[in-house]
DNA sequence: CTGTTAGCGCCTTCAC
DNA sequence: GTGAAGGCGCTAACAG
């Protein structure tokens, strides 16, 4: 049985100056800011520290420094494994700086971003990192007004809330696209995921292919092997004789490499897949997949640098930054790939 | 170019009140208590609000009432998709009671961890979930001392920090030794993580054969497709006539398995394999993995509800829940398997 | 149902 | 180098 545990009174930096003979302002300068106080003190405070085991709280100095050293992270859902390298590197690039990642889930949804971003405001964050544009205009303009450094990733935007970095998702489809034309395929399909930034890849793609009729399976996000499995299912549905599938992830990618091979198709004799996101698996795999890269943990790593610039009252000046993307040719492309 | 912006002086419950034209204490209310106040006066409230653009500050509510409404998740790290679940569920089941979560990083190092929950603490976060048990002794008492409610996941143990919601990995390793002996493989092999539940997992595996000489290939937590096919690569070195493994996660098994099909072994006829995790992309494959199903999510919602009954000052008279798990028989070790 | 008073624990500002 | 006030924005606790 486990009860709401007595309330040992909690040690305060009060309690940590009287221990050590020193007022309580010292106290919290030889904590926080040591270099204008004299070595003796300092040892003398560190000393206190031990002996009440004192754990500083930073909702109080949060409150009066207006800094919280949190930052909130906002994706789609953590499972979404597209983002995760991104999230980590963020969430350690932080925590080396001394501040603490929040995360907030959307589930692809306007309504429950803006529900999310004003939580999120709430606990006054240093910075906020999205995953994609914010949708909203309402939260837009409060994200504004908060004066909250924002950096919007994944995507580009010439208007951005404040930052962005990541890559056009229209220049991917239409990379994408060119290899596909560059390929010779003509019974080509496409098997997407129904969130934002996939639908722009394919139209990207559709775009360089000069067509609209080019047939598609779209799968509720996120994507998963057996949304992957459906879709391939769905394609040959609609197109028996298809050559080619331009996948908006290599989840999705993986599934197709599975249905194929359930229904003796030979990737890539019979079948091209190529995939989206240069997933850990895709290099490994038999045959390996081809895809497009977008350097998730700089994503992140980056996000982290400029919010902290920011925090220390610098100007960034690059706001929009084009990280690119390179599309790496692998097996399930071409029998000559390395 | 993107610079600190001009404060707009942040708008508070005080503004609100004034324009609302009732006091700073009658605001609050009526956002945080309604059930007290007057509907007219609600109405009023919420139209300042309005027009004001009031957002609350949560540290200052925090620091006042002792509720952060924060809870801390920690992971080895965010991209172990074995946790994702979990993490997933808490996140989402404490946002729906207006709790959000700050996560950290241990990266599977003790001392991390250490430092990791001490920053944690420091924030006043109103539970904590741990993935795994808590490693540090120091650690321990700290987070006795804080008086914090604490949810080690995961695992099992007599004596947890505060409550525990998992499943045995000894006895994970049992069943699937079981499993092993009921097939009467005799050439059978160990791939798995460094980490501390996969080895407990080995251990249970072993005694249960009762062999200690099985050979094993163990890998750097987390692992990966490619740290997969690396190990059984190795198993094979050892032991050429291998004729089924045993891995500490699904992602290692599906390495084996295309390492195992790279090297013209058939799966199960010539080797079979057994996963740990039952990943979404296990039952999906051909063939499919055999595998341990646990209740990732399950554990993420109920670490949530005994989280949030503590906070509202609720007994928990189970603080050790059992979850259990499930070997599932899929293709992967069996041709008959559905 | 509404208001007044008194802080939460810490840090900024100013003195010494 | 150190200290004494004052207040960050909000909410318990008590009055009316």
Same mark, same amino acid.
């Given at each position: 049985?486990?009860?709401?545990?007595?309330?040992?009174?909690?040690?305060?930096?009060?309690?940590?100056?009287?221990?050590?003979?020193?007022?309580?302002?010292?106290?919290?300068?030889?904590?926080?800011?040591?270099?204008?106080?004299?070595?003796?003190?300092?040892?003398?405070?560190?000393?206190?520290?031990?002996?009440?085991?004192?754990?500083?709280?930073? +909702?109080?100095?949060?409150?009066?420094?207006?800094?919280?050293?949190?930052?909130?992270?906002?994706?789609?859902?953590?499972?979404?494994?597209?983002?995760?390298?991104?999230? #980590?590197?963020?969430?350690?690039? +932080?925590?080396?700086?001394?501040?603490?990642?929040?995360?907030?889930?959307?589930?692809?949804?306007?309504?429950?971003?803006?529900?999310?971003?004003?939580?999120?405001?709430?606990? #006054?964050?240093?910075?906020?990192?999205?995953?994609? +544009?914010?949708?909203?205009?309402?939260?837009?303009?409060?994200?504004?007004?908060?004066?909250?450094?924002?950096?919007?990733?994944?995507?580009?935007?010439?208007?951005?809330?404040?930052?962005?970095?990541?890559?056009?998702?229209?220049?991917?489809?239409?990379?994408?696209?060119?290899?596909?034309?560059?390929?010779?395929?003509?019974?080509?399909?496409?098997?997407?995921?129904?969130?934002?930034?996939?639908?722009?890849?394919?139209?990207?793609?559709?775009?360089?292919?000069?067509?609209?009729?080019?047939?598609?399976?779209?799968?509720?996000?996120?994507?998963?092997?057996?949304?992957?499995?459906?879709?391939?299912?769905?394609? +040959?549905?609609?197109?028996?004789?298809?050559?080619?599938?331009?996948?908006?992830?290599?989840?999705?990618?993986?599934?197709?490499?599975?249905?194929?091979?359930?229904?003796?198709?030979?990737?890539?004799?019979?079948?091209?897949?190529?995939?989206?996101?240069?997933?850990?698996?895709?290099?490994?795999?038999?045959?390996?997949?081809?895809?497009?890269?977008?350097?998730?943990?700089?994503?992140?790593?980056?996000?982290?640098?400029?919010?902290?610039?920011?925090?220390?009252?610098?100007?960034?000046?690059?706001?929009?930054?084009?990280?690119?993307?390179?599309?790496?040719?692998?097996?399930?492309?071409?029998?000559?790939?390395?």
């Amino acid at each position: 049985m486990s009860t709401p545990s007595p309330h040992h009174k909690p040690v305060t930096l009060h309690d940590v100056a009287k221990v050590a003979g020193v007022s309580l302002i010292t106290a919290s300068r030889a904590l926080s800011n040591p270099g204008v106080v004299s070595d003796k003190t300092i040892a003398k405070v560190r000393e206190a520290v031990e002996a009440t085991g004192y754990i500083p709280n930073l +909702l109080a100095g949060g409150l009066k420094s207006k800094r919280s050293r949190m930052v909130a992270a906002i994706v789609p859902a953590l499972s979404v494994s597209q983002f995760l390298p991104t999230v #980590q590197t963020l969430t350690s690039a +932080l925590a080396a700086g001394g501040y603490q990642v929040i995360v907030g889930q959307t589930n692809y949804d306007a309504e429950r971003e803006e529900a999310v971003l004003n939580t999120m405001i709430s606990r #006054q964050p240093d910075g906020i990192v999205m995953t994609g +544009l914010v949708q909203s205009q309402k939260a837009r303009e409060r994200l504004v007004r908060s004066g909250i450094p924002v950096v919007e990733t994944w995507d580009l935007s010439d208007r951005p809330v404040d930052m962005v970095i990541g890559f056009s998702h229209l220049k991917v489809g239409g990379a994408v696209g060119g290899y596909f034309l560059s390929r010779g395929w003509k019974k080509v399909g496409v098997a997407t995921g129904s969130d934002h930034r996939a639908m722009l890849r394919r139209e990207g793609f559709l775009a360089t292919l000069g067509r609209s009729d080019v047939p598609t399976a779209v799968v509720p996000a996120p994507s998963s092997l057996a949304l992957g499995r459906r879709a391939l299912a769905e394609l +040959l549905d609609q197109e028996p004789g298809l050559e080619a599938v331009c996948c908006s992830s290599d989840t999705l990618a993986h599934g197709v490499l599975v249905e194929a091979q359930a229904r003796g198709l030979r990737v890539p004799e019979d079948l091209a897949v190529v995939g989206f996101g240069n997933a850990e698996f895709g290099a490994h795999m038999v045959p390996s997949i081809t895809t497009v890269h977008v350097d998730g943990p700089g994503i992140g790593s980056l996000a982290a640098q400029l919010i902290l610039a920011r925090c220390n009252g610098e100007t960034v000046e690059q706001p929009i930054v084009d990280l690119g993307f390179r599309l790496i040719e692998r097996r399930s492309t071409s029998v000559d790939a390395a």
